[in-house]
């Protein structure tokens, strides 16, 4: 006789079934909707939205983590967004399908909800190198930086109307009225109007933005408002980020979240640390040693097998303390003002060595600086003096698979004695949960979504970014004392694991949506703005 099922354990089972349905393929639910959206093409339009296929993530798994009532919870909020959203997608937009917080948050989250049965979608848009230059500008003025120093105006809004309107395009016979469109960040704005007119109910997400509005942020805001004509509720990371032209009725805040069982986060032992870092050629005298195995997002098994590429005089040993900062090449990150913070104030103190780590820069489609702002760290880097350079090793890691540059950030994260993110602004840095989930100290910049992530108890903020003395002073009280950096480290995890599991965002976004359904409900359509 099969042993009865409790209600928690039903619940899964029933999630599953829905998730097993033939009819749910290639990560969509279809019931009366088609899934005919391409894989990229260039012989349609010259700027076709693509589908982005993520594998399945089992919800369930989460239970270890975040325990018995919040996975209930999710579960029974999926019941009831099935129920409610029946015949209806939700599609998510962004500028890129690997290469930055935004898509690896996707890559989770859509694949949480394909194990729910919920129908969520997920498409990138295409575009030409000037319209990323100039949304790249947008994110720069946003931030209350010039950056490139060229104009938003005129042709600039047009420029992007023309190949926003190519993708509307491409996918106008898939969208439907009644569906929820999310628009992630200022490259998809341009989408909002499209959308809204098929009767979509249409939300933009801005994962970036600064706490205090300066010239420039209430430029890029007048500039980049009348592309979001049509949507319904915009998405904060922080209250202080939603330009004060904006409805307080309209604005939501969610913050990200990280997934504890994806390559960048899930665990990793020491000896499978050092075989990573090996591979990597982060270290001296590992390359050509044991091969890191992990667990790839659609539960295959993955080795690491390709180098990084490495600039550097020397390498530090296996057990050499390292401080390591992960993000992309950007001037707002301030790659170079923390190897002048390290090479200044830290190594000249005691040991220890700097790893600067960031994507390749020819597999980031959607950030046309980060070259030049490589090639200028770089250049920062050789003239350093040379016992400092010595001890400063830049990676740039490969992108071609996603799941391998997951895995590289994870195994150095966890190599790291102090993790750092010294930026000049910043919307959330996703990089400091992730690395407060492995266990380690943080020393970072207070700005944006930094101060809600660093406590007293879990790391270190600066109040002030540019002040290199204090930045040395943190980290190299952290180097000498490890007992103190241990403390903080475990602190770190489980703050994470109580704020910035990906349960707790799912939730706000069936808040939100059910809100929109609701509205829709009431008035008898869609609610334009």
């Known amino acids: 006789m099969a042993e009865a099922l409790g209600p928690f354990q ?45 594998p399945r993530r089992p919800v369930a798994a989460l239970e270890d983590v975040i325990g018995h009532e919040r996975t209930s919870r999710v579960l029974g909020a999926a019941a009831e967004f099935r129920r409610a959203f029946h015949g209806r997608v939700v599609w ?104 809204a007119r098929r009767g979509a109910h249409v939300v933009w997400r801005s994962h970036i933005g600064m706490d205090e509005a300066n010239e420039l942020s209430r430029a890029a805001w007048a ?20 330009p004060a032209m904006l409805s307080p009725q309209q604005v939501w805040i969610i913050p990200p979240s990280i997934d504890p069982f994806s390559p960048k ?20 005298g590992q390359f050509g040693g044991p091969v890191c195995r992990y667990t790839r997002r659609d539960g295959s098994p993955g080795e690491l097998r390709h180098p990084a590429s ?13 401080v390591v900062q992960v993000s992309r090449w950007d001037r707002l990150k301030d790659m170079s003002g923390v190897m002048r913070g390290f090479a200044e104030h830290v190594a000249p103190y005691g040991p220890g060595w700097l790893m600067l780590v960031g994507p390749s820069v020819e597999g980031v489609t959607d950030d046309p600086e980060g070259a030049l702002v490589f090639a200028e760290t770089l250049a920062d880097w050789r003239n350093l003096p040379p016992e400092q350079r010595s001890r400063v090793v830049l990676v740039n890691l490969p992108m ?72 040395g002073r943190a980290v190299r009280g952290l180097l000498d004392d490890r007992d103190a950096a241990e403390t903080m480290g475990a602190a770190a995890h489980e703050y994470v694991r109580t704020h ?30």
């Open 500 to 529: 910035y599991v990906g349960d707790l965002h799912l939730l706000r976004y069936a808040e939100l949506f059910g809100t929109l359904l609701a509205s829709e409900a009431r008035t008898g359509s869609r609610a334009v703005t």
């Open 310 to 322: 490495v600039a550097a005089e020397a390498l530090p040993g296996p057990d050499d303390p390292v």
């Open 92 to 195: 998510n937009v962004s500028s890129t399908a690997a290469g930055g917080g935004v898509a690896d948050m996707l890559q989770v989250l859509v694949g949480y909800t394909k194990d729910l049965a919920v129908d969520v979608r997920w498409l990138v848009i295409g575009g030409d190198p000037e319209f990323f230059r100039i949304t790249k500008r947008v994110h720069n003025w946003i931030h209350g930086h010039a950056g490139d120093g060229g104009d938003l105006g005129a042709p600039e809004l047009g420029h992007i109307r023309d190949v926003m309107s190519d993708n509307a395009a491409s996918v106008a016979d898939e969208v439907s009225a009644g569906d929820v469109v999310l628009l992630h960040d200022p490259q998809t704005a341009g989408l909002a109007e499209a959308f």
């Open 400 to 471: 071609a698979d996603a799941d391998d540059n997951a895995c590289m950030v994870n195994a150095l994260q966890r190599h790291a004695t102090v993790i750092v993110q010294k930026s000049l602004v910043e919307g959330f840095g996703l990089t400091v949960a992730e690395g407060m989930w492995k266990g380690r100290p943080v020393v970072g910049s207070a700005v944006g979504g930094i101060q809600d992530q660093i406590t007293a108890e879990t790391g270190i903020l600066l109040p002030e970014p540019t002040d290199l003395p204090a930045f």
């Open 10 to 54: 039903a619940s899964v089972a029933a999630t599953r079934a829905v998730a097993d349905n033939p009819r749910y393929l290639s990560g969509w639910y279809t019931g009366e909707k088609s899934a005919a959206v391409p894989a990229r093409r260039d012989d349609v339009r010259m700027h076709q939205a693509y589908a982005v296929d993520v």
């Open 223 to 242: 500039f980049l408002l009348p592309l979001l004509d049509g949507a319904e509720a915009y998405v904060f990371t922080r209250a202080s980020y939603a």
């Open 265 to 284: 986060n899930q665990w990793m032992d020491p000896a499978n640390v050092r075989a990573a870092i090996g591979q990597i050629g982060a270290v001296a």
